[in-house]
């Protein structure tokens, strides 16, 4: 679990450069709100700092399932802007997206999953869930290809199909997955929620 000398480092989240800048700070500042706006206040908990500010502390659920959201968002305007033929700003949207699912997979595949691993009964369903990831990551390598090539047919057919992947693996996680986590991992929560937020892609 990424550390520092003192302890989980929690710190800005991240964001991936988008081509197009007007929609780099809108992003941004939607994703920052959203966070805000989801987020439950813990009475006496201690606080993440987000964007360079101080930000309440989530349950397992809602700080991983706002991950999910701003996926679709992403992937949704990277589809429509390949249906217009707006190549940059799909490009734009594609990378954020794919930035933002990696360091979502990366956070569930170190710091999660290995946590929730150690309660019995629960591998076969995490193992069925790293297996999706793998399937996810197939689809996205190749719909970026589909994106340099800037063939619109391929790419919406694989997008739709990464989608319905993602909407049903979403499901089973938000609806089975999170909910155990919070309940099983309820005295660490949130230091396992800052062991994902300090997580960051190289």
Known sequence: ????????RVGRTEFAPLDVPIAATEFENKFVRRRATRRTIQSGSPTLSLSGREDIVVSITAYMSDDHLWCAILLNIAEEAVSEGEWLTAGGAYRAFERTMMLHQTREE??????????PGLKPEIDALRAEHIQMRSLMSRISAALEEENHGRYLSLSESLLQLMQRHNIREEKVLYPLGDE??????????????????Q
Request: charged letters at 20%; proline letters at 8%; hydrophobic letters at 45%.
């Open 1 to 8: 679990m990424p550390t520092d000398a003192g302890g989980p």
């Open 110 to 119: 170190y710091v999660l999953l290995p946590a929730l691993e150690r309660c």
């Open 184 to 201: 099983l991992l309820r005295k660490q929560r949130h230091q396992v929620i800052s062991w994902m937020e300090a997580v960051r892609l």
